[in-house]
């Protein structure tokens, strides 16, 4: 079934194939006669579903065995206080500042973490650079370091990841991948932690996603809540509470999809990432050469996931997001911090669908100019 194209930054779009294969087996899930919403998170079909989502999760993403997969609740946002909660030990915790995300990371720090450092910013810029990682001075002793892989509204992305032993720091890199997880790879000697939400990259809104070094678990705050204690959800199998078994349910039906994408001899994630390079180049290419449009992020940072970009004339916004619409093409509205547009090219998104955007804006550009 062919729908419109949708860019939206998220909630996003997901596969259709991974929704088809939802309502075929919505009311009765492989003949048990329940549907998935419907069945104990501890009965054996449940524990099989999750099962096989983060053994799924741990191939797509070559996690090594000594990390732990954690399935749990509360989003990005809550995460911003569970991180610290959990990891900062009553110490230092470093910052790096790149764009809205991390920047509400590092506020929420602050109530939980004895000190908190930022280490680089790129506000003064903007936010439409990164700083350069060979000047970070992270603290002596912090308890971890954290960045946004992506910045979801901005539109930067750390191409790389820092590699913070190099910089003279014991500390762990913690990530907030919410919006480029299972774009690319991910190097985890690296990492300490990566955390993301599930509704951008990877399925419905509800479900968190959290990676973390095994080492690291165990020090949580005194205070912090036993369902957002790392360990006890670890030890729990993400089953202490009930967790958002629709969320990881349709996840894996989302992991399934990408383990079955081919792009030459490349599958899954590395096929994903592939496919990720030629959409983003092909619209950034698009807005570079037009005078119509404009990206003022660097090209050492631009994100393949989220592309802001800005009519140079202003006043046709809302002539373009009508004709978009009116085209199949659906939420290009920038965030409101920022103006402008955004497309979001996430793995659900085909190339098809950039073409169709790309082919959109140079009509636009030549009627209006
Ligand atoms: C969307 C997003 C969040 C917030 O996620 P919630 O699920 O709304 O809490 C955090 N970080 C990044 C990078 C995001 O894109």
Redesign the pocket.
Known sequence: MQRPYNFSA?PAAIPTEVLEQAAAEMLDWHGCGMGVMEMSHRGKEFVSICEQAEADLRELLAVPAQFKILFMQG????ENAIVPLNLSRAATVDFVVTGS?SQKSYKEARKYAAEVNLVASGEDGDFISLPNPAHWQPSRGASYLHI?S???IHGVEFHELPDLQALGSDAPLVI?F??HVASRPVDWSRVGLAFG?A??NIGP?GLTIVIVREDLLGHALAICPSAFDYKVVAEHGSMYNTPPTWGIYIAGLTFQWLKRQREGDASGVAAMELRNIAKAELLYNAIDQSPFYVNKVAANCRSRMNIPFFLCDETRNDAFLAGAKARGLLQLKGHKSVGGMRASLYNAMPLAGVEALVAYMHDFAQQHA
């Open positions: 998220g989003g990005g946002l809550a995300w946004c992506n910045e979801t907030d919410s919006s939400g509704q951008k809104a």
